[in-house]
T-cell receptor, first 112, second 114 residues
Framework: DQQVKQNSPSLSVQEGRISILNCDYT??????FLWYKKYPAEGPTFLIS?????DKNEDGRFTVFLNKSAKHLSLHIVPSQPGDSAVYFC???????????FGKGTRLSVIA | ETGVTQSPTHLIKTRGQQVTLRCSSQ?????VSWYQQALGQGPQFIFQ???????GRGNFPPRFSGLQFPNYSSELNVNALELDDSALYLC?????????????FGSGTQLSVL
């Protein structure tokens, strides 16, 4: 029973264009969401987070959108750069008081 | 400031053996979590330690056990290894008060069980 789903295993985008990574969740108690980025042979690194009191959070080229009614969030990267090529994991928690539940990840390839 | 370090980076064991994986937390972090990442999957929570006590456990059998030491370093022990235990084991530390939120991960230990 997967509570956090990333239905696209991979995504390929041209440099300079927008990358949109999607994530769906089933547990309505989740109210804190994070995105992690993972390069090969490295551990995941925190990228951006959002709590359910907001519907958007922005940090430089990265923006996360949350649609609570649809139980859906997305990560937008604009403009995409070759260095953004990595696996992106969506994760969720209940009020920040429960362990993070991760999706399976989406591999983003940004082509120069 | 040193990050989270894990040892060894790779390990090969045979079924039925026991293994100990080690983790040094990032400076100032008093909470450590362990995750298992099987091939093609996201990280799955094993357990968390805070002040040397287990502070939460995921859906893993008792043969997965851990320790946290006064210097906040940690060990993950797995007894009676099974083939399905083959995975990347990730250790993550977090700041006081942020135990379940922003995690700082090590590079992991790749365990292969033959």
């Amino acid at each position: 029973d997967q509570q956090v789903k990333q239905n696209s295993p991979s995504l390929s985008v041209q440099e300079g264009r927008i990358s949109i990574l999607n994530c769906d969740y089933t547990n309505s108690m989740f109210d804190y969401f994070l995105w992690y980025k993972k390069y090969p042979a490295e551990g995941p690194t925190f990228l951006i987070s959002i709590s359910s009191i907001k519907d958007k959070n922005e940090d430089g080229r990265f923006t996360v959108f949350l649609n609570k009614s649809a139980k859906h969030l997305s990560l937008h990267i604009v403009p995409s750069q070759p260095g953004d090529s990595a696996v992106y994991f969506c994760a969720a928690s209940e009020s920040g008081n429960t362990p993070l539940v991760f999706g399976k990840g989406t591999r983003l390839s940004v082509i120069a | 400031e040193t990050g989270v370090t894990q040892s060894p980076t790779h390990l090969i064991k045979t079924r039925g053996q026991q293994v100990t994986l080690r983790c040094s937390s990032q400076s100032g972090h008093n909470t450590v979590s362990w995750y298992q990442q099987a091939l093609g999957q996201g990280p799955q929570f094993i357990f968390q330690y805070y002040r040397e006590e287990e502070n939460g456990r995921g859906n893993f059998p008792p043969r997965f056990s851990g320790l946290q030491f006064p210097n906040y370093s940690s060990e993950l022990n797995v007894n009676a290894l099974e083939l399905d235990d083959s995975a990347l084991y990730l250790c993550a530390s977090s700041l006081p008060g942020q135990g379940w939120e922003k995690l700082f991960f090590g590079s992991g230990t790749q365990l292969s069980v033959l």
